[in-house]
């Protein structure tokens, strides 16, 4: 198991599991919110829609749905 924190929240993945996967196991089905003030989250999986944009470390513009979880990783969404 890897433990990592979103939004502030301590959490407890599967090890190996990306981002996204772990914020969907999380509970949160949006990673943001667009400028028009819709929910947006992971919708290709694959990096090509860039709607799974997340804060890792404070690092801004990740994406949660090409990056693997880490232990004591900090996520943002």
Known sequence: MTH?????????????????????????AATRVSISGQPRAAFCGMGQCQECRVSIAGQPQRLACMT??????????
């Open 68 to 77: 693997l979880v880490a232990e004591g990783m900090r996520v943002e969404t």
């Open 4 to 28: 990592l924190h979103i939004n502030g929240r301590a959490c407890e993945v599967a090890e190996g599991i990306t981002v996204a996967a772990a914020l969907a196991q999380a509970g949160l």
